[in-house]
T-cell receptor, first 116, second 116 residues
Framework: DVKVTQSSRYLVKRTGEKVFLECVQDMDHENMFWYRQDPGLGLRLIYF???????EKGDIPEGYSVSREKKERFSLILESASTNQTSMYLCASSTSDRVSYNSPLHFGNGTRLTVT | AQKITQTQPGMFVQEKEAVTLDCTYDTSDPSYGLFWYKQPSSGEMIFLIY??????QNATEGRYSLNFQKARKSANLVISASQLGDSAMYFCAMREGFFGNEKLTFGTGTRLTIIP
């Protein structure tokens, strides 16, 4: 079974702090993703990565950056946390092999971040 | 325009009845895939079922089936003989293009509550 592990289940930070959300997957997947989930808005893509050191902006990248130095690890960084970044953050991974067109994203359990 | 639309924010269904969760999508790409996920109160995202745009038959997985109407651009999830454990948020998602695009776009979700 694919395992995607997010380092924290709950996190409380102060406005202006630099925040790191860590995600590790154990299936050698090429692709990794960061989504945020808000009530009534569903899941929205922040950033994704197709390979080590590669990153692409999703639909809502403002205020966030990412780092992928190793294949298994994808970090989301909030350079200066703000209250409107209070949300549930979900990390996911997927494979890019030849039959991947129907492969789902595999998600971690999420990190609920509160910025006060 | 929304790429994935789920018009039912919440549904209440009697146990053992069948449930249909609506999903419509918008894309000009002839190659796409549709996914349904379940998110229980624990927060994990569980992949349920997949339908490809060229699939001739509606997808089925146990009690889950997908009512795929391509001309109407709808991909409704049908749960037969609902159980209390089916109470959860349900998300419809789409991947446009089969290769080279791994990201999923999600709808806003439907909260399903099964009544004993």
């Amino acid at each position: 079974d694919v395992k995607v592990t997010q380092s924290s289940r709950y996190l409380v930070k102060r406005t202006g702090e630099k925040v790191f959300l860590e995600c590790v997957q154990d299936m050698d997947h090429e692709n990794m993703f960061w989504y945020r989930q808000d009530p009534g808005l569903g899941l929205r893509l922040i950033y994704f990565s197709y390979d080590v050191k590669m990153k692409e902006k999703g639909d809502i990248p403002e205020g966030y950056s990412v780092s992928r130095e190793k294949k298994e690890r994808f970090s989301l960084i909030l350079e200066s946390a703000s209250t409107n970044q209070t949300s549930m953050y979900l990390c996911a991974s997927s494979t890019s092999d030849r039959v991947s067109y129907n492969s789902p994203l595999h998600f971690g359990n999420g990190t609920r971040l509160t910025v006060t | 325009a929304q790429k994935i639309t789920q018009t039912q924010p919440g549904m209440f269904v009697q146990e053992k009845e069948a449930v249909t969760l609506d999903c419509t999508y918008d894309t000009s790409d002839p190659s796409y895939g549709l996914f349904w996920y379940k998110q229980p109160s624990s927060g994990e995202m569980i992949f349920l079922i997949y339908q490809g745009s060229y699939d001739q038959q509606n997808a089925t997985e146990g009690r889950y089936s997908l009512n795929f109407q391509k001309a109407r651009k709808s991909a409704n999830l049908v749960i037969s003989a609902s159980q209390l454990g089916d109470s959860a948020m349900y998300f419809c998602a789409m991947r446009e293009g089969f290769f080279g695009n791994e990201k999923l776009t999600f709808g806003t979700g439907t909260r399903l509550t099964i009544i004993p």
